[in-house]
T-cell receptor, first 115, second 115 residues
Framework: AQSVAQPEDQVNVAEGNPLTVKCTYSVSGNPYLFWYVQYPNRGLQFLLKYITGDNLVKGSYGFEAEFNKSQTSFHLKKPSALVSDSALYFCAVRDRGGSQGNLIFGKGTKLSVKP | GAGVSQTPSNKVTEKGKYVELRCDPISGHTALYWYRQSLGQGPEFLIYFQGTGAADDSGLPNDRFFAVRPEGSVSTLKIQRTERGDSAVYLC?????????????FGPGTRLTVL
């Protein structure tokens, strides 16, 4: 069965410091991986995706993620955190076994950036 | 342009009642998805439409849940004989092609509370 794990419920970072939000996955075949962000009372917003090619993927708001096949990881990173980055972050993998439609999400990691 | 919209934003109902939740996808998007997000969890897949037909309804928890998309645009999620365990945020998403690599655009969700 395909799955996504986000091992940290919460990540605390000081503004200006680098941040990492961890994600590991378990899929059959090549993974299609996504990161979404959820702000309070707002819908999920797409940040970035890995389909193929370069292992370092750049996305919205200065975020990037590194695909590591040997470690089955897709950690989200940002060189310098902003207070406005505080939100709930979800890693997701496309379900290759079904209709090729739905995403399988991790449980989410709350990012808190303090001034 | 306009994003995915969902109505109502909040719905409070009593146990045993029938509810309908509406989703207006981004214009031209052929793929539409319904997810359910419980507190502290990531979204869980319910059903996926490609055009007017349900391509995958494997995520619907039981036969009290049903969804339609009669004209290939607006979709309605219908829940009969609601139970307290149905309380969650119901998310709708759309994408222009229901393939593996196209990101999904999410609506703000409908918060359903069953008393």
């Amino acid at each position: 069965a395909q799955s996504v794990a986000q091992p940290e419920d919460q990540v605390n970072v000081a503004e200006g410091n680098p941040l990492t939000v961890k994600c590991t996955y378990s899929v059959s075949g090549n993974p299609y991986l996504f990161w979404y962000v959820q702000y309070p009372n707002r819908g999920l917003q797409f940040l970035l995706k890995y389909i193929t090619g370069d292992n370092l993927v750049k996305g919205s708001y200065g975020f990037e993620a590194e695909f590591n096949k040997s470690q089955t990881s897709f950690h989200l990173k940002k060189p310098s955190a902003l207070v406005s980055d505080s939100a709930l972050y979800f890693c997701a993998v496309r379900d290759r076994g079904g209709s090729q439609g739905n995403l399988i999400f991790g449980k989410g990691t709350k990012l808190s950036v303090k001034p | 342009g306009a994003g995915v919209s969902q109505t109502p934003s909040n719905k409070v109902t009593e146990k045993g009642k029938y509810v309908e939740l509406r989703c207006d996808p981004i214009s031209g998007h052929t793929a539409l998805y319904w997810y359910r997000q419980s507190l502290g969890q990531g979204p869980e897949f319910l059903i996926y439409f490609q055009g007017t037909g349900a391509a995958d309804d494997s995520g619907l928890p039981n036969d009290r849940f049903f969804a339609v998309r009669p004209e290939g645009s607006v979709s309605t999620l219908k829940i009969q004989r609601t139970e307290r365990g149905d309380s969650a945020v119901y998310l709708c998403a759309s994408s222009d092609i229901g393939g593996d690599y196209n990101e999904q655009f999410f609506g703000p969700g409908t918060r359903l509370t069953v008393l």
